[in-house]
């Protein structure tokens, strides 16, 4: 796992190797092992390495094939290289000088071409150059899991694994983008293809960008798909646990230590009853001070019943929440709001002291059905419209404002709240509706006017059209496929991506693996989403069936949240009310200094819960502090 970054002059003019350094030093967290650049003429690479795999000189980057046509600048893992690799050697008499997967993608393009990158199974971000073809080659794995930021600003072409990256040249330029803001300040996050920031986009999951003769082109080489076959939970319960046992053999693959990011939940205790008796893989888990966020008890007894050592990260007992906000914010680059990342960035710091790589659940409940909102969906479609839009609307106001001072993970009256707005918003609008920070009717109350222009435009339009482009049968089909490639890789995998790598850890996500994605994709609706009883029955099956306790197999599903209204009024209430009382001018001219303001009185004083309009403001407020140099410190 590493960081790549790069320049192609479409002018032709040669690429300066001293911006291509600055590039790279400002990816030395994703890759402290080692950095080199590498140019010809017109174009360059940057690479900063994390040595997982053939821990030699052989294995560093930018790596070239024999003849120097082929060059790569590469991150991520290709779990199935060993099979790429007796391929290359059998069919085209490839000769391999290293034990480093990234050594068969030079050989493989030169044998496969473009087909290649759909024969990797693996996490990736690539930058390929063919000199005799003049033709630059931007690859992003399957699902999404290693993001790749890139622009086009003139003649010149950058790109790089963190956005941070592109703007280390002096030359690129720094402007927010109103709508990609629009869309952060609604969902947290801006999309899988967008950002916050203008010129830069992100090359899409299962997507190749293509640059030849200053022309850009795109292909897509996969995207998850759901067409029924298997109807039963026993049969999906059978395929899924020796597949599951398959993959996790083939992610531990490394020269340096593995463990597990360890929840209380389903889908990591899965992962750690399939490495039970496999070794010593160190699971690591978070821990809250507030009861209901915290899952450590079912955590510790995974470990106990697996043999696998444990280790519990008290995340409440943070000493400098404001400093931990500014080193998340500083690795979100401006993209993703999302209140869990403090905790994971302390949980992956911790892992650091035994581990280089992890393993993760993360992805589990888009294929496997384990959000509330699918449910929701469900019943949205069925007696949605039996309730008038307008009083749908009214009613999720009302218990918007009821949520005053419960500090519970999910009180009923926020659920209730976020349930009813997004009836009123009906269709293929409510699904996406009901993950919003910033509610739709507190819009036109604090924009300013650089944002003025979109209160009536949905920033969720994006979200509903990959809802409705979806190749489902049904819509509940429809927003599971718009939320494995929309909502999950714009939010959830660039958090995991951004707060792992800014500790240099490398997270490894087996329910991401095509072939169990596939296998999902495979069950009809109802063994993923069934109408009554638990959510994700086939995992809680499967754990079962691994000789899980009831109390792990059972529990409900409680997810990887921070008690943000408690954070804002307790340990981040200075910083809070420096940036919302003392300097909300930092958020102009986007939003309303005196709204803002105001919106911050009335959550400090339990009038009203706004802790989720507020945070993805606390978070571009620190980013643009942070972008332009002026920094915004705690109240004494």
């Given at each position: ?319 400098d929440p404001a400093a931990t906000l500014a080193r998340v914010v500083h690795h979100f680059d401006g993209q993703v709001a ?111 006017p650089a944002l003025r222009h979109l209160e009536n435009v949905s920033p969720m339009a994006g979200y509903r059209t990959a ?170």
């Amino acid at each position: 796992m590493c960081g790549i970054a790069g320049i192609l002059n479409l002018d032709g003019r040669n690429v300066d190797p001293a911006v291509l350094e600055r590039m790279n030093a400002t990816l030395i967290h994703r890759g402290p092992d080692a950095g080199e650049i590498w140019h010809d003429g017109a174009v360059g690479f940057a690479h900063r390495r994390l040595a997982i795999r053939d821990l030699t000189d052989a294995g560093r980057q930018p790596m070239s094939d024999p003849s120097g046509r082929i060059t790569v600048t590469y991150n991520g893992e290709i779990y199935n290289e060993a099979a790429l690799r007796a391929e290359l050697a059998r069919d085209f008499g490839t000769v391999f000088h290293s034990h480093c997967d990234t050594e068969v993608l030079p050989a493989g393009y030169l044998a496969w071409g473009d087909d290649l990158f759909a024969r990797i199974e693996g996490i990736f971000a690539i930058a390929l150059w063919d000199k005799d073809e003049r033709r630059l080659v931007l690859a992003r794995d399957s699902i999404g899991a290693k993001p790749l930021f890139f622009s086009q600003v003139g003649s010149t072409l950058r790109f790089a694994s963190e956005i941070k990256g592109i703007l280390a040249d002096p030359a690129h330029p720094r402007e927010f983008d109103p709508d990609g803001l629009h869309r952060f300040l609604a969902m947290g996050y801006v999309g899988p293809t967008a950002t916050t920031m203008r010129h830069i986009r992100q090359v899409e999951p299962g997507t190749l960008t293509i640059y030849q003769n200053s022309a850009e082109t795109s292909r897509r080489f996969w995207q998850p798909r759901r067409a029924y076959r298997i109807r039963r939970l026993d049969e999906a319960v059978d395929a899924f646990l020796p597949l599951l046992d398959r993959v996790v053999d083939d992610q531990l693959i490394s020269d340096v230590p593995v463990g597990v990011l360890q929840s209380g939940g389903i889908d990591s205790s899965l992962i750690a009853y399939a490495l039970a008796k496999r070794g010593q893989f160190p699971l690591v888990t978070a821990s809250f001070a507030e009861q209901s966020h915290d899952e450590s008890a079912i955590a510790s007894l995974v470990a106990q019943q697996t043999g696998l050592p444990h280790r519990i990260v008290q995340v409440s007992a943070d000493p400098d929440p404001a400093a931990t906000l500014a080193r998340v914010v500083h690795h979100f680059d401006g993209q993703v709001a999302d209140e869990s990342a403090g905790p994971l960035l302390l949980l992956t710091a911790e892992l650091r002291r035994n581990a280089t790589v992890a393993l993760s659940g993360d992805g589990a409940d888009e294929f496997f059905g384990g959000y509330p909102t699918y449910r929701a969906t469900r019943l949205a479609e069925r007696f949605g419209g039996a309730i008038p839009a307008g009083v749908a609307r009214s009613l999720g106001q009302l218990m918007y404002r009821a949520s005053r001072t419960d500090e519970t993970r999910l009180p009923a009256t926020a659920l209730l709240s976020r349930f009813l707005l997004g009836v009123a918003a009906g269709g293929s609008l409510a699904h996406a509706e009901w993950r919003r920070y910033v509610p739709d009717f507190l819009v036109s109350r604090i924009y300013g006017p650089a944002l003025r222009h979109l209160e009536n435009v949905s920033p969720m339009a994006g979200y509903r059209t990959a809802i409705e482009q979806a190749d489902g049968p049904t819509l509940l089909d429809r927003c599971l496929i718009a939320d494995q490639t929309y909502h999950l890789p714009a939010g959830l995998l660039m958090k995991t991506d951004a707060m792992s790598m800014a500790n240099g850890v490398e997270i490894r996500v087996p329910f991401l693996d095509r072939r169990i994605m596939e296998l999902s994709g495979a069950c009809s609706s109802d063994l993923i989403v069934p109408p009554g009883g638990p959510s994700k029955p086939l995992l809680r099956k499967a754990l079962r069936a691994k000789g899980a306790a009831a109390e792990v197999w059972g529990a409900p599903k409680r997810g990887f949240n921070n008690p943000l209204s408690t954070l804002l009024r307790g340990p981040l209430r200075r910083l809070a009310e420096s940036i919302f009382q003392d300097s909300p001018d930092i958020l102009a001219p986007y939003l309303q200094p005196d709204a803002v303001r105001t919106l911050w009185r009335e959550h400090a004083g339990l009038e009203t819960n706004h802790a989720y309009a507020l945070w993805p403001l606390l978070t571009f407020a620190l980013w643009r502090s942070q972008l332009e140099g002026n920094g915004i410190a705690p109240r004494g």
